[in-house]
């Protein structure tokens, strides 16, 4: 790879990361309103309407042997309440939940294929997501426990003089769970978009047309491992994190 090239290359992860970073902001009867809050509104319509189809529409009739449309649903809710199952008792709590964010974050990171910007590009929007996993996760464990319990189990949890050093560990893992979440929502698009423009340079610079055509499929196949790995990641911490808050 020549100097040419290597420059061309650290302008465009620059150019890259500047957009992954950049607030985009789009005027709307005068107000300013982030990309990443109409992609949001965007997928929640969408995700909407898709129920109201696939209730309507499929599934007029529940069949007691499942097909189509209703085996694949029934295989989900199923995948979802596996899941769940490492909330302990309270996993019937658990899974109608995470089920619903997941969904969130599958077609929140999805929607990048059709041209609009993801919605976990904007940082507030992962904060969001990672406040409602930590709001189960302390709304359950009080339910459980009550405030003394929690208390308790936080602090009480190794005894010794260590025990007060633990539990102020685990109250604060708890307490930056929403702001790691975030993170690694956001840099899960961020890394999708520097991946990106690698291989956009590096093929343009083997042979033009490479990078004309190669980058969708790219795009397409990051995009998708996205979507599902961070829909399955957020749903198995939250799980994780309640079992351990009730129990």
């Known amino acids: 790879m020549d100097s040419n090239l290597l420059l061309a290359s650290e302008n465009g992860i620059s150019e890259a990361l500047g957009k992954a970073l950049e607030n985009v902001e789009v005027d709307i009867f005068g107000f300013k309103v982030g990309a990443g809050v109409i992609s949001s509104f965007i997928v929640t319509v969408t995700v909407i309407i898709l129920t109201l189809i696939i209730r309507f529409v499929f599934l007029r009739e529940y069949k007691a042997?499942?097909?189509?449309?209703q085996l694949v649903l029934e295989k989900t809710v199923g995948f979802f309440e596996n899941i769940a199952k490492g909330a302990a008792h309270s996993s019937k709590y658990v899974a109608p939940l995470i089920f619903g964010v997941a969904i969130f974050i599958f077609f929140g990171t999805l929607i990048e294929m059709f041209g609009l910007r993801p919605v976990f590009s904007d940082l507030n929007a992962g904060l969001a997501v990672g406040l409602v996993g930590f709001c189960i996760i302390q709304?359950?464990?009080?339910?459980?426990?009550?405030?003394g319990g929690r208390l308790n189990a936080q602090f009480r949890s190794m005894k010794g003089p260590l025990g007060p050093i633990v539990g102020f560990f685990k109250t604060l893992s708890d307490l930056i769970l929403p702001f790691s979440m975030s993170l690694r929502l956001y840099g899960s698009i961020l890394s999708g978009m520097l991946i990106m423009e690698i291989i956009y340079v590096f093929l343009e610079g083997l042979w033009?047309?490479?990078?004309?055509?190669?980058?969708?499929f790219f795009s397409l196949m990051f995009t998708v491992f996205h979507a599902v790995i961070q829909s399955y990641v957020f749903a198995l911490l939250v799980s994780l994190f309640t079992g351990e808050a009730v129990e």
């Open 208 to 216: 033009l047309p490479l990078a004309a055509v190669l980058p969708g």
């Open 65 to 69: 042997v499942p097909k189509g449309v």
């Open 139 to 147: 709304i359950l464990g009080l339910k459980e426990k009550g405030l």
